[in-house]
């Protein structure tokens, strides 16, 4: 069956740190895979998109990483802030071409000042 | 701001009821999604309309209803919910076939079902 699992359900890390999360897949061979950001009491936020001929993407002090060998995504986020706490949502396409979206569970991220 | 607004934001309903969630996007997408976020549960896709024309239905219960009179707007009809049908309601939007395949969501409905 197919399966999304992000490494661990909550990270707690220290300010300054850099917090690395993990999206592992089982029977998909998705196009792209995105990562969301979802706050409390709102839907989720796109952040980042990387395609299956990738193997990095950066935006600011976000990095993703593809390794479709591997069957896995690393979403790194360099000098966390306090601001940067909330739950990320790792997401992989079907391959029909319309966009339909599969989720992980996602991992809470609580950055300690 | 996304530009995607759900409405109720909170809903409790009884198991007799039946209610609507209302979904409006204003970013001129052409496809729409309603999600289903229970807790400690990933996000279920549940129904996707491509303009206008549905092209997803994952095994959802016909108590759950959609309907999509046009591009910017989604309706999700409830009709005779179980308690365990109490969750966030999430309604989404992209422009497909642009090679721009983010997702824009709404903040959701939160759906208590008595």
């Known amino acids: 069956s197919q399966k999304i699992e992000q490494n661990s359900e909550a990270l707690n890390i220290q300010e300054g740190k850099t917090a690395t999360l993990t999206c592992n897949y089982t029977n998909y061979s998705p196009a792209y895979l995105q990562w969301y950001r979802q706050d409390p009491g709102r839907g989720p936020v796109f952040l980042l998109l990387i395609r299956e001929n990738e193997k990095e993407k950066r935006k600011e002090r976000l990095k993703v990483t593809f390794d479709t060998t591997l069957k896995q995504s690393l979403f790194h986020i360099t000098a966390s802030q306090p601001a940067d706490s909330a739950t990320y949502l790792c997401?992989?396409?079907?391959?029909?071409?319309?966009?339909?979206?599969?989720f992980g569970t996602g991992t809470r991220l609580t950055v300690i000042p | 701001e996304t530009g995607v607004t759900q409405t109720p934001r909170h809903l409790v309903m009884g198991m007799t009821n039946k209610k609507s969630l209302k979904c409006e996007q204003h970013?001129?997408?052409?496809?729409m999604y309603w999600y289903k976020q229970s807790a400690k549960k990933p996000l279920e896709l549940m129904f996707v309309?491509?303009?206008?024309?549905?092209?997803e239905n994952n095994s959802v219960p016909s108590r759950f209803s959609p309907e999509c009179p046009n591009s910017s707007h989604l309706f999700l009809h409830l009709h005779t919910l179980q308690p365990e049908d109490s969750a966030l309601y999430l309604c989404a939007s992209s422009q497909v076939g642009t090679n721009n395949e983010k997702l824009f969501f709404g903040s959701g409905t939160q759906l208590s079902v008595l």
């Open positions: 970013l001129g997408h052409n496809a």
């Open positions: 997401a992989l396409d079907d391959q029909t071409g319309a966009n339909n979206l599969f």
């Open positions: 309309y491509n303009f206008k024309e549905q092209t």
